[in-house]
């Protein structure tokens, strides 16, 4: 099995380092959430730093009720306890609007009349999805209906190194195209959202899914942009199902079982290479945890974005 051959974590210097786990509340988590968590937990844990919890409910019509209050809860029982306050992004509209703003201001950002549907018939396929072809760029093709805004991107590579992957690379004009950071219903789209929670809460190390490679130079490139600091990112494999899907919500994903929570931890070990021994999911919480934060070694963790999930463990959660 390759592993990574990068360290997954900057050279030491004075900087306090903070990690985040930051879920969308559509539901509850389920294995794949796990993961994630715990990587980040761990990795944050290992240098002496904080782990913050960030609520992405900045997307209101794909939020559940009460599905962010479960996750809180449900981390509470795994017995992962985050440092600080909890950060809800639906209730920090200003810095994104400012940061909008900002890119409004300088010329690096435009509005958009453009419809999905004109996107998809004017775009091209690209590597992460349509390349927007820039309609809009030089003024509005129907003024008077709703405006997107999106980012001027330029024949710009942006390149960085993952801690897991290794060096990521992306042209983000022939690859992406200038992409949205304020939907034309008003909502303020993710990768704005995120940069700026991001660098409001002075995050050092991303540790998340490996599903998210791929809009990290948008967030590198608005980073530049805003005159923010980039963190160091590693993105995990995702867990995937017997057909190579994604576990989520949307394959019907089991949620972690809250009265048995040591053998899905032990599992995402598993998951993660680490290695715990077999008779640790028969322990107390206390002692697999103990166990988690004196082995994990990020350096073991396989430089791949997806793997196989623990279909044993996953047949169990199913039958429960």
């Known amino acids: 099995m390759k592993t990574a051959s990068y360290p997954l974590t900057k050279p030491v210097d004075t900087t306090p380092r903070r990690g985040r786990f930051a879920p969308s509340p559509s539901g509850p988590l389920h294995f794949g959430s796990l993961i994630a968590a715990l990587g980040s937990f761990l990795e944050a844990r290992r240098q002496g730093g904080e782990w913050l919890v960030r609520i992405e ?9 009460g599905a962010a209050d479960h996750i809180l809860r449900t981390l ?17 509209s200003e810095p994104y609007r400012a940061a909008l703003e900002q890119l409004i201001s ?16 004017r775009a091209i396929p690209g590597p992460t999805g349509l390349i927007y072809p820039g309609t809009c760029r030089d003024g509005v093709r129907q003024p008077g209906y709703a405006e997107s805004i999106r980012v001027r991107t330029n024949n710009l590579n942006i390149s960085f190194q993952d801690g897991i992957q290794g060096t990521y690379a992306q042209w983000l004009e022939t690859e992406v195209g200038d992409f949205v950071i304020r939907r034309a219903d008003g909502l303020f789209a993710y990768q704005l959202a995120v940069v700026v929670d991001d660098a409001a809460q002075g995050i050092t190390d991303i540790v998340r899914g490996s599903d998210l490679l791929a809009s990290t130079p948008r967030q590198i490139y608005l980073q530049r942009l805003l005159g923010l600091s980039t ?8 867990a995937v199902d017997r057909h190579g899907a994604k576990l989520g919500k949307q394959t019907q994903a089991a949620p972690l079982d809250w009265h048995h929570p040591g053998p899905a931890i032990v599992a995402a070990l598993h998951f993660l290479n680490q290695a715990p021994p077999q008779e640790l999911a028969r322990d107390h919480l206390q002692a697999i945890w103990a166990w988690a934060l004196e082995n994990w ?4 963790i396989p430089a791949r974005q997806t793997a196989p999930s623990d279909h044993d463990y996953l047949e169990i959660m199913s039958k429960r």
């Open 57 to 65: 409910d900045i997307d209101t019509p794909r939020m559940v009720p």
């Open 297 to 300: 070694q990020p350096a073991r």
């Open 106 to 121: 300088t010329g690096l950002a435009y509005p958009c009349t453009c419809s999905r549907r004109e996107v998809a018939q």
């Open 231 to 238: 963190p160091h990112y590693a993105h995990l494999p995702i």
């Open 76 to 92: 509470e029982r795994y017995g992962m306890h985050w440092d600080g306050p909890v950060v809800y992004q639906s209730q920090r």
